[in-house]
Structures are given as structure tokens and as C-alpha cells.
């Protein structure tokens, strides 16, 4: 079958092109940004890639004659702000532009969602949107899922970050809800195996692993899994925004994103209709099966993608990949530069592998610090950490940078500062020749960012020579 890929880019999407291909099916993948996809990593007569934004329907490009069916796999839920109404309108604008194709058919990933209650902002817009793809000419599958389990995935790493970090747990009432957590594997699985079933076509299907539990349950299952004793701690007066602000401090997610799942975690999300395990025979991972593949993957370092990689879940303008030279007018430089002590290709790979769990060749320290005011501050801090420890893609969060471009053949990154500034932040390297030139932009914003900046210099001075040096050394 030739298939229509959207969120080709996304958690989702990158596990699934694998799977399809396995299956024998080719598949045209839309993206914002063709440099953020690893079109590399699959056989270019399979997977065609086009460029469009699905917020602005004038870049979307024609479609092709012969698609077999389209799936839809855009969220916008860690965007922040309106993201209702964002989801909404990109439903439609996609909708329309697959009307204008003869594509017969529509897969969707939604979430479960309880009927009988009002829905949370989140589970509401979920719903939304299937209403709004059923209103278009192709027929609509929709599969819906609780909790994901799987290494990169928003709930799971919400879960490893609670139970590795606390030996004792606060426990707010929501953590009493019910869910069926299901593996990753299998929602690819059924994403897959819905193509070959002609039942399926139109249908709305729930998906859930083998078991139902308790939000405190998946939280004691991560912590039996990996050997670890927690203690829970009941707290009935715990307010949906003081359960936010606790996820948010305690965790790797944005704050829009905490309170977003935290008022759905007040819902339950359990399979009501399972006759998709009869249409779609798929043998279901347990909850500890899921956690320990999670687990073994991020151990060797093969998280083919995660929710932190996402542009919309961060504050950098997708223009900004555009803009592959750092602005020169109206802003502050440090410029440093050393000649090479290391062979071209160590000093690139020391370059390539900064931040996450490395840290920082100079004053290691100090950017912990500045992660830690940007959390107080209401920002991101350096818990993202990184993709891969060795591996760079534009598109990329490194700790609270976003890599603009990664260059390695020409031995050039070029990172973007989403922590909180009063201004933007770029921090360039490049190597030329026997020489590695190292650059820090500042653009402020009025006189508060040039305060700031002046704040910061005595930082300066001593931070970045010795990076710069290290890093010349290959280490």
C-alpha cells in the first residue's frame, strides 16, 4: 500500500515507519522541515519526504494519485497556550487537504476517553479532533490508547522520573484512577495490523494492555521492575494546580503539559470495547514486560524518538532552522577560538557529545545552577537531557538548548537557549581548518537583557575559554 504519513517527525510516527516498511508498504511522510527527518535511515525509493505545515494550508503541497489510506498522528497538546484550538484548526486544514486526494481511508491515534463524564481540555480536543476527520470523504479508524509505555514517551517518563528520584511519593487523589497502560510495541502493532483488516475501516476501537491499574500502580510497578523500595504517602487536599507545579518540579515536562495530564489523570482511561483483540490478534506486552524494554532501550542508548524532541513542544520558532546564520546586528558576541590539540574527528565528537549525562567540559556546575533558576523561573532547566549521547539532528533538545543545525561533515552545531532570557541565545561551534571557533550570541531585549548580559559576563570569562580549550582537545 502507498501511505500518507503526518507527524512523520513525532514520537509515533519515527517508530512507525519501520514497522510499515516491514510490513512491504511505502509511504510518503510529511514534515515541517525535511532537515529534521532521518531520511538517511530509510531506502529513498520507499519513503518520499514532502514539506508542509499543517497550520498554514498554502504550504502543503499536492498529493499524490495512488494513497492507499492517510494517518494522522498530530498532537499538539505540550504546544501550551490554546492548544485546543490549534489541534482543531490542523484537523481541518488537513481534512480539506486530503479531500482534494483520492485517499480512501483515515487512521487516527486518539486517547480513551469516559463518555458519561466532561472531558478535560485534553481528552475534550482529542475528541474533537475525531470529530472533525469524521466529517471528511476518506473513512476514519480510530484507535484509542491510555497510557503509552515506552522509552521517550511523555507518561512513562514522567513515571521513571517520580519513582527514580523519590524514595517517598506524595499521592493526590488522581493517582487512585484507573488506566490500562499499553506497550508502545503494540499500539504500533495495531496501528500496522488495522491496514490488512477491511472490518476495521470506519470503526472506532479502544486499545489497552492486559492490565488495569492504578496511576500508584504503574508508579510501584517501575519501582518493583527496577529494584527499587517507595513509599507512598496519601494527601487528599492536593489541588489539580498544586499537582501540577509538583509533576513540573519534579519532572522533565513542561508545566502546560503537567496540567494538561494531571486534569486528565482525573478521568479513567479503560478499554470498553475490546474487539479490536479479535479483529487484530496482537499477543499484549504486561506493564513490567513494557517497563524492562523501555529500560533495556534507554540503556543502550536506541530511543529512536522522544516527546522532548518535538518543535512544538518547545519555544524556538520553526523559522529559526531557516536561519542557519546567527544574527550579527543588535547583539552581544563572545567569541573565543583554539588551535586543534585532538585529530579533526575526536574534536568533533567531543563537540557532539555535550550535555545530558556527559554535562559540560567547563563548570559543570555552573550550567546545573542556571538549569536550576530557569526551572524556579518557570522554564525548561537541563532535565531534557538528549536524544542520543553521540548522536546530533536539527530539531533536537539538549538540555535546555535546541539544536538549530548539525553539521558534522563540516564540523558545525549551532544550538538555540530555551531557557527563560530576557532576550535570545545562540551558542555556535564550528571547525575550520586546524582551528575550533567557538561563539556565544546574546540578542537582548531592551534594558533588562542588557543587564543581563553584563551580569553574566564575569561567567563568561571563565566558562568559555576553558570550554573552548577542552573541547580543542578532543575531551
Known sequence: MHLLLT???????????????????????????????????????????????????????????????????????????????KERRVAEHFTAWLGRSSCPRVIYLGGLVDESRELSPHLAS????????????????????????????????????????????????????????????????YLVGVLEVPETK???????????????DLLAGYAEVRGLKRWFVPVPFFSP???????????????????ALVDSMKHETVCRDERIRELVPVELSSYPVAVERALSRIAQNRVPSS???????????????????????????????????????????????????RGWPSMNWAWDIRGAIDRLFGGIGTRRGRRDPVDLRAGDALDFWRVVLADRAAGRLIL????????????EFAVEGDELRQTATFRPQGLLGRLYWFAVLPAHWWLFPQMVKRLARGG
Not at 469524521?134 to 491510555?146: I, Q, W
Not at 538555540?416 to 545562540?426: D, I, N, R, T, V
Request: hydrophobic residues 45%; charged residues 25%; glycine residues 8%.
Open 7 to 85: 507527524g512523520a517527525n513525532g514520537y509515533i510516527g519515527l517508530r512507525l515507519i519501520p514497522a510499515l516498511l516491514e510490513a512491504g508498504h511505502r509511504i510518503t511522510a510529511l514534515v515541517r522541515d525535511r532537515r529534521r527527518f532521518p531520511a538517511q535511515e530509510f531506502p529513498e525509493e520507499r519513503v518520499e519526504v514532502i514539506e508542509g505545515d499543517l497550520l498554514q494550508p498554502a504550504t502543503l503541497p499536492e498529493l499524490p494519485d495512488d494513497l492507499d489510506a492517510a494517518y494522522y498522528l498530530v498532537h499538539s497538546m505540550s504546544a501550551g497556550g490554546d492548544f485546543a484550538e
Open 241 to 259: 494546580k498544586l499537582s501540577s507545579w509538583w509533576l513540573y518540579l519534579m519532572t522533565s515536562t513542561r508545566f502546560s503539559l503537567a496540567r
Open 126 to 189: 482529542r475528541r474533537r479532533v475525531e470529530d472533525v476527520l469524521g466529517r471528511g470523504e476518506a473513512a476514519l479508524t480510530v484507535l484509542r490508547a491510555s497510557i503509552i509505555v515506552g522509552s521517550g514517551s511523555a507518561s512513562f517518563e514522567i513515571v521513571r522520573d517520580l519513582a527514580e528520584k523519590l524514595p517517598v511519593m506524595i499521592c493526590p487523589r488522581w493517582v487512585a484512577t484507573r488506566c490500562q497502560p499499553i506497550a508502545i510495541r503494540d499500539v504500533i502493532a
Open 416 to 427: 538555540y537557549a530555551e531557557m527563560k532570557l530576557p532576550g535570545e541565545a545562540w551558542l
Open 307 to 357: 516527546w522532548v524532541d518535538s518543535l512544538v513542544g518547545g519555544s524556538l520558532d520553526p523559522r529559526f532552522l531557516d536561519a542557519i546564520q546567527v544574527p550579527q546586528h543588535g547583539v552581544f558576541h563572545d567569541r573565543r577560538a583554539c588551535r586543534l590539540a585532538a585529530p579533526r574527528d575526536e574534536v568533533v565528537a567531543s563537540i557532539w557529545s555535550l550535555g545530558g549525562e
Open 202 to 216: 470506519g470503526g472506532v476501537f479502544d486499545i489497552g494492555g492486559p492490565e488495569v491499574m492504578r496511576y500508584r
